[in-house]
């Protein structure tokens, strides 16, 4: 008798919230394959009259979805490319989207690592001194007004001539741009504890060590997470990024490339996708560490 009232919440909060994401998702399903009709139609249409055929104003429709090389793939095409470069041939072959994610991911946690470990170094500098916090806080704001395309080549050329190639050039550019979101909310974190806590501490003679571990470390720990998601995410666009300027064979920016160079809009936006698909799951266990450290921390209920 009492297990039914408790189920009964639980299931519909589940529903309440799943069927909001599913309109959403059907929604923009819907607007993608008619904006396939559209961006399509002319060419279709071209494409059928020089081969002579008719076709009725549904069946135009269904070879807009069809073409094989669309301006904008219909949302069934892009599932099909994915299916076809991942279940049906080896993680390890260059056809395989699996391999080429792979490859990306790498640059892309190793940059999220070392801009994460930079991030908190730095901020814990800046608030421990006031000369790094007037001297460097305004560098390190600057340093992110440069466009991310007009360093990546800087930064591939430069490590290339010293005989560093590979993965690293691109995790350096992954943590080029992920480290700024971490750096300012730690320095936010680390100052939120309350200036009663802050002096109680002083009272009991804490040191500057004892502070900083007991009381703005933990304080900090909502920030760091909010700005590890904000990081993760740039990191990887940094990965792809620093593939483009290399003419890498392989990684997410590799397909695009090869995609971009052969017409090939399908592998593009199966590689959008993925990439898209990589920062959701990175995000997600970003997330999923927040709620475990949060909560064993106490900070979470």
Same mark, same amino acid.
């Given at each position: 008798?009492?297990?039914? #009232?408790?189920?009964?919440?639980?299931?519909?909060? +589940?529903?309440?919230?799943?069927?909001?994401?599913?309109?959403?998702?059907?929604?923009?399903?819907?607007?993608?394959?008619?904006?396939?009709?559209?961006?399509?139609?002319?060419? =279709?249409?071209?494409?059928?009259?020089? @081969?002579?055929?008719?076709? %009725?104003?549904?069946? =135009?429709?269904?070879?807009?979805?069809?073409?094989?090389?669309?301006?904008?793939?219909?949302?069934?095409?892009?599932?099909?490319?994915?299916?076809?470069?991942?279940? =049906?041939?080896?993680?390890?072959?260059?056809?395989?989207?699996?391999?080429?994610?792979?490859?990306?991911?790498?640059? =892309?946690?190793?940059?999220?690592?070392?801009?994460?470990?930079?991030?908190?170094?730095?901020?814990?500098?800046?608030?421990?001194?006031?000369?790094?916090?007037?001297?460097?806080?305004?560098?390190?704001?600057?340093?992110?007004? $440069? #466009?991310?395309?007009?360093?990546?080549?800087? $930064?591939?050329?430069?490590?290339?001539?010293?005989?560093?190639?590979?993965?690293?050039?691109?995790?350096?550019?992954? %943590?080029?741009?992920?480290?700024?979101?971490?750096?300012?909310?730690?320095?936010?974190?680390?100052?939120?504890?309350?200036?009663?806590?802050?002096?109680?501490?002083?009272?009991? +003679?804490?040191?500057?060590? @004892?502070?900083?571990?007991?009381?703005?470390?933990?304080?900090?720990?909502?920030?760091?997470?909010?700005?590890?998601?904000?990081?993760?995410?740039?990191?990887?666009?940094?990965?792809?990024?620093?593939?483009?300027? %290399?003419?890498?064979?392989?990684?997410?920016?590799? !397909?695009?490339?090869? +995609?971009?160079?052969?017409?090939?809009? *399908?592998?593009?936006? @199966?590689?959008? *996708?993925?990439?898209?698909?990589?920062?959701?799951?990175?995000? +997600?266990?970003?997330?999923?560490?927040?709620?475990?450290?949060?909560? !064993?921390?106490?900070?979470?209920?």
């Amino acid at each position: 008798m009492s297990a039914v #009232p408790v189920a009964r919440p639980v299931r519909a909060a +589940g529903e309440g919230r799943l069927v909001p994401v599913l309109v959403v998702v059907a929604a923009i399903v819907a607007l993608w394959y008619a904006a396939a009709v559209l961006m399509n139609w002319q060419t =279709t249409v071209d494409r059928l009259a020089r @081969a002579g055929t008719t076709a %009725t104003f549904t069946q =135009t429709v269904a070879e807009t979805w069809s073409a094989e090389r669309p301006l904008l793939p219909a949302p069934h095409q892009i599932v099909a490319e994915i299916w076809k470069t991942t279940a =049906t041939v080896k993680p390890s072959s260059a056809r395989s989207l699996l391999f080429h994610a792979w490859v990306t991911l790498s640059s =892309t946690l190793t940059g999220f690592a070392a801009g994460t470990l930079l991030g908190v170094a730095l901020a814990v500098g800046i608030v421990h001194s006031r000369t790094l916090d007037k001297s460097l806080m305004p560098w390190i704001v600057t340093s992110q007004t $440069i #466009p991310i395309l007009a360093v990546a080549p800087m $930064i591939i050329v430069v490590l290339n001539s010293v005989g560093v190639q590979g993965l690293i050039p691109k995790a350096v550019i992954s %943590t080029y741009l992920s480290f700024f979101p971490v750096a300012v909310g730690m320095v936010k974190g680390l100052r939120s504890p309350d200036i009663l806590h802050l002096d109680l501490m002083r009272t009991y +003679g804490a040191s500057r060590t @004892a502070v900083l571990t007991k009381l703005r470390l933990p304080a900090s720990l909502p920030f760091l997470f909010a700005s590890m998601k904000v990081a993760v995410a740039a990191s990887l666009v940094g990965a792809i990024v620093g593939e483009l300027p %290399t003419g890498a064979v392989a990684g997410l920016g590799a !397909r695009l490339l090869a +995609g971009s160079y052969y017409g090939q809009t *399908v592998q593009i936006w @199966a590689a959008l *996708v993925a990439a898209s698909a990589m920062a959701a799951v990175l995000v +997600g266990f970003v997330s999923l560490a927040e709620r475990v450290v949060l909560r !064993r921390t106490g900070a979470l209920g």
